[in-house]
Structures are given as structure tokens and as C-alpha cells.
């Protein structure tokens, strides 16, 4: 990769670094352990979008990018945007906010600083985040405009291991990352810790700005994401310990073909379907005067009331507080028949209040499964169309399609992918969850018995490789044969048929092997990921990434993500030359 000076567009976040417009869409990490200057960096990268007139907005858990409103040290004039929430805010915000606070930001296409420093606990914090994020990302889907949001200590919104409160964060952010590009929407995630964040979000990246890291985690970090870009990473012990404050390595293999060492420029403020293309006529901002600040105000105080309304655990609060006042009532002299009459109502709107939580956490529960449905519906359906033309969106899909889409894969399993001699059926979709009722064995558990009588023992990603089944499904499947006595070790690493198991299993088709699995699993398989398969199994000895760029023209991010996902499957190994496995040759 060329190691030269790069002056590509203008955002001069460098003097030997610029960075074209269509950066305000791409995904950013900026990583550094504490005073190295990662904020620093990323605020400037802010300032460059606003004098352009971009949009970005700042998620801040900190309490620091209040700075960007500052003049600087100087003389250099504070940007004139808006601040939400924490202590140096222009509106408090709630936990419940966040929707409304998504709401004013695309309706007035202002940027902002959403100061969340000041929340009580981490849960009011995660739904808060998860509020706003799901609101913005659903609006920008109807409105598609360049914007670009900052995610200070990105850690604490994307992180690896998310606590229970945090699932739901996690996700909301992870599609907002990961599919926001098509509606204009492009993410900088700032950490000291990348090993705490969550690795999906931040293979996401396209360009790496990293300042000085000492630790062995971080570094570890930083080498896994270099080297999952198809870049040698063996330096960097050497090269981040030594970096002087301000100044980072830049990687960016794919969109700039570029690697280097910048100084970042020095601050004007305060340092405390397709792609929206920037250059066109930009909507025009409305900044917030002081009466849109009062009645803003006004908006935000009552959609909060409403929200607490329907809140369970703020109807908790009101029922023990009102148990409270009828135990003191109750324990009162009872003098006056309005004493009585008191503690009546009370009961009475405790039990309303009771059944308004019951009726709410049955809701939440409700709404958690038609969730869960619909995701297994999706998924259902994309593995149905993965080799054919998918219906017109909007077109209702009938039953008649389905099974004329299976037509033509089962057309196409038999014409282009089939071998001499052998033949390949496109699988119906199994019931997984129904036993069948003359006592057999189910067919994926059967499968998994009949894979193990033709190879013995077998380690659990072999039985992936010659199954096709998700490691989820396979390790289901196997505890339950476990459970009935067919297979020993099911829960370890080696599996094994016990002879209880081959006697259950009685006589058998074999599953196909070597080249056959190979044909079995070609039409499974997106076309791109299909097509790297066949050409390294084209010889044991494998096939270098720079042959799959040259024979099949992919990109090599597009190709990089194949070759990840191949292996994700179990398909191939990446030590050195991209290989099958040893499963799919004869």
C-alpha cells in the first residue's frame, strides 16, 4: 500500500491528510489511550463538517464536546449548535426523550450534542440511546441526507458484552452502524478500549485513526482489525507505543488505499438502495431560537409525562408510594368516614395502577415475540431467495411463488452446479421443532447420525461442514441425541455414534462427500461466496487473495467479507492461502 502524502478531498483534518466529502457517510474509529488525542481529533473532523455545512450530531457520555460551542484559545469562533441534556446543556433530557430528541434533529436538520453525562444509572442511559437511535435511524430511512454521528467512548453504546439492559442498545446502534450508509448515515466510534468494543460494529470501519496505544489489548485490537483487512500487522508493538500526543496512525486499506502517520491539525474551538452524495443542495438548517427553546420545553415535559405513564417501573414507584400513604392512613385513627374513604380510593387505584404494570410487562412480552417471529420469518425467507430473484418489493408472496422460486432452485441445483454421477437435491425446509410421529428420528438429528456412522469420530465444525447446519442448530440437535443415548461427548469437541445410535439409525442413504459435498453446498451459497469456494477448491494447494481480486474482479473488501464468511461457515482456512477444507475433496 502506497505510504505516500494523500490530499484527497477537504476536510483537512491534517496538513498532509484531507479527506474527500463522501467521509461524512463512511465509518470511522478513532482509538487512543487517554490524552493521546483521539477526541481531539474527532472534534476537528466535527469542525471541518460544520464549516462545510454537514450535518453531524455528537453522542456524549463525557460531558465534553460542549467545547465545539466555545471559542477557541485562539481566537477561533465556537460553532452555533444546539446542546441536550448534562451540565452545560440548553434542554435537560430524560430517559424517555430520546425518540423526541430524533424527532427535533430530523425535522430541523441542525446538528446537535446530546449530552447523556448526567443520567443516574446505565439503564436510563441505554434507554435513552436506544430511543433515540431506533427513532433516527427509522426517520433518515423515510429522509436519506449525508449526517454523520460521533460516538464518544463508543464502548458504552456498542459494547462487546452487553449487561441485560443493554441487548436491546446494542442492536439499535449495530444496524445503525451497519446499514446506515444507504440512508446518508456515517458513524465515528471514539474508544481507549477497542477490545470492549463490540468487534461487529467495528469491522464496520473504514478508516482506523489510531493514536498512541501502550497497552498489549489494545494493541491486540488494532492488529486484529489491520490484519482482518488484509494488511500486515506485525510492527505495532513498536509503531503505537511510540507516537507523540497528536499524531495517529491512519489505515485505510479499502476506501483511500492508504497508511501513514498524520499530525492533526490544530482546533479552532474550544478543545475541552444508494449512498446520499455530499455536494448536492443541502437542506437548510433552522437553528433554535429562545421561543423554539421554551416550546421545546413545553413538548419535551409533556411527552415524558406520557411516557412515564406507560412506563412499569414508574407505575411501581407510584404503587409503592401509594401503599405507603394507605399503611400510614390505615394505621391512623380512623376519626372521620373521609379517613375511610380515603384508604378506599387508594386501594382502588392501586389495583388499577397493578393491573396497568400486568397489562404493560404483557405487552412487553408480546412485543418480544411477534420480534422473534418476524426475525425467523426474515430469515426463512432470505435463505429462500439467496439463489433466485427476490418478488418485487411490496408484491404480497403467495404460496404459488414459493413453490415456483423452488422450482427454479431445484432447476438450478440440477444444471450448474451438479458432478458426473452425482445428484443433488435442494432441500425442503426441515421442522426442527416437531417429532416425527411413527417414532423415528427426526431428520436433522438423523442427519447428524448419518454423518457420524460414515466418518466415526468427528469433531463438532466437521459435523457443521458436512451438514450445513448453524453451530446453534448442530449443538441442539446434538444434545438431544446425547439425551437418548446415540452419541457420545456431545458436549465436548470429539463426537462419536454409539453403537445404541447406529442401531436406531438402521440402514441409511449416505450424505454426500468430497467433491459431491462441494456441489451439495454451492447453490446454498450467495453467488459471490459461491464463487471463491470453487476456485480454491480448485486444488488443495489453495488460492492467494490477490488471484480471487484478479480472476473474479472483486473489490477487496467485498472479497475480504466473502472470505470471512466462508470461514465462518467452515468452509475454508486463511492461514496463508485461502483453501477448502479437506471435507470437500475426494
Known amino acids: 500500500m502506497a505510504k505516500e502524502l494523500l490530499v484527497a478531498g477537504d476536510l483537512a483534518v ?52 460542549y467545547g465545539l460551542r466555545l471559542d477557541g484559545e485562539d481566537g477561533g469562533k465556537g460553532i452555533d449548535i444546539p446542546i441536550f441534556g448534562g451540565l452545560h446543556g440548553d434542554l435537560p433530557i430524560e430517559p424517555t426523550g430520546g ?35 431506533d427513532r433516527f435511524f427509522f426517520r433518515k430511512k423515510a429522509s436519506p441526507s449525508p449526517v454523520h454521528v460521533f460516538i464518544e467512548e463508543a464502548q458504552e453504546f456498542v459494547p462487546q458484552n452487553p449487561q441485560k439492559d443493554e441487548i436491546r442498545m446494542l442492536h439499535v446502534m449495530q444496524r445503525m452502524i451497519r446499514l446506515g450508509r444507504n440512508y446518508g448515515i456515517g458513524a465515528s466510534m471514539i474508544s481507549q478500549r477497542p477490545q470492549d468494543v463490540n468487534k461487529k460494529a467495528l469491522n464496520q470501519a473504514e478508516c482506523v485513526f489510531a493514536f498512541q496505544l501502550t497497552g498489549p489489548q489494545e494493541i491486540k485490537a488494532i492488529a486484529d ?10 510492527d505495532l508493538k513498536k509503531l503505537l507505543p511510540a507516537l507523540q500526543r497528536g499524531h495517529a496512525h491512519v ?34 438548517a433552522r437553528p433554535l431560537t429562545p421561543i423554539d427553546i421554551s416550546n421545546l420545553r413545553d413538548t419535551m415535559a409533556a411527552t415524558i409525562e406520557r411516557a412515564k405513564e406507560d412506563d412499569p417501573r414508574e407505575l411501581r414507584k407510584r404503587i409503592r408510594a401509594l401503599e405507603a400513604a394507605a399503611n400510614s392512613t390505615a ?32 405487552r412487553s412480552a408480546a412485543l418480544e415475540n411477534v420480534f422473534a417471529q418476524a426475525s425467523e420469518l426474515v430469515n426463512q425467507l432470505a435463505a429462500l431467495f439467496s439463489n433466485a430473484e427476490p418478488p418485487m418489493i411490496g408484491t404480497p408472496v403467495t404460496l404459488d411463488d414459493v413453490q415456483l422460486t423452488y422450482g427454479k432452485l431445484q ?32 431428520k ?26 448453524k453451530r446453534s442448530t448442530r449443538d441442539a440437535y446434538l444434545q438431544r441425541l446425547k439425551q437418548r443415548g446415540y452419541v457420545d461427548g456431545a458436549m465436548g469437541n470429539s463426537i462419536t455414534i454409539t453403537t445404541t445410535g447406529l442401531k436406531a439409525l438402521g440402514s441409511y442413504e449416505k450424505l454426500p462427500t468430497g467433491r459431491a459435498l462441494l456441489a451439495w453446498w454451492i447453490p446454498k451459497l450467495p453467488e459471490g461466496e459461491a464463487k471463491i469456494l470453487q476456485l480454491a477448491a480448485r486444488s488443495q494447494r489453495g488460492v492467494s487473495r490477490d488471484e480471487i481480486t484478479e480472476k473474479l474482479g472483486f473489490k477487496r473488501s467485498t472479497r475480504d467479507a466473502y472470505i470471512q464468511r466462508l470461514a465462518q461457515k467452515l468452509l475454508v482456512t486463511t492461514d496463508g492461502h485461502i483453501k477448502a477444507v479437506e471435507a470437500l475433496f475426494d
Open 444 to 469: 436433522g438429528e438423523r442427519d447428524v447420525l448419518i454423518v457420524l456412522a460414515q466418518h466415526g469420530t468427528l469433531e463438532r465444525n466437521a459435523i457443521t461442514a458436512y451438514t450445513g447446519f
Open 225 to 234: 482489525w489491520v490484519s482482518e483487512k488484509g494488511e500486515a500487522a506485525d
Open 14 to 65: 491534517s496538513a498532509t491528510l484531507s479527506l474527500p466529502p463522501e467521509g461524512v457517510t463512511e465509518v470511522f474509529a478513532w482509538i487512543g489511550r487517554r490524552g493521546s488525542g483521539k477526541t481531539y481529533g474527532a472534534t476537528k473532523m466535527a469542525e471541518e463538517y460544520s464549516a462545510r455545512n454537514y450535518q453531524f450530531i455528537a453522542l456524549d457520555p463525557v460531558g465534553i464536546w
Open 99 to 133: 425518540a423526541l430528541i430524533a424527532d427535533i434533529i430530523v425535522d430541523r436538520n441542525i446538528c446537535a450534542v446530546i449530552d447523556v453525562s448526567q443520567f443516574e444509572s446505565d439503564a436510563d442511559k441505554a434507554r435513552f440511546v436506544t430511543s433515540f437511535a
Open 331 to 362: 394505621a391512623a385513627p380512623a376519626t372521620t368516614a373521609l379517613d375511610e374513604e380515603t384508604v378506599r380510593m387508594l386501594k382502588e387505584q392501586m389495583e388499577t395502577l397493578t393491573a396497568n404494570v400486568a397489562a404493560q410487562e404483557a
Open 411 to 442: 432447476r438450478k441445483v440440477d444444471a450448474d452446479y451438479s458432478t458426473p454421477g452425482v445428484t443433488v437435491h435442494f432441500p425442503a425446509k426441515e421442522q426442527r421443532s416437531a417429532k416425527p410421529s411413527d417414532g423415528s428420528i427426526p
Open 251 to 284: 489505515w485505510s486499506p479499502a476506501w483511500l488505499r492508504y497508511s501513514g502517520e498524520v499530525l492533526i491539525a490544530k482546533k479552532r474551538t474550544f478543545p475541552a438502495g444508494s449512498t446520499p452524495k455530499v455536494g448536492s443542495t443541502p437542506l437548510a
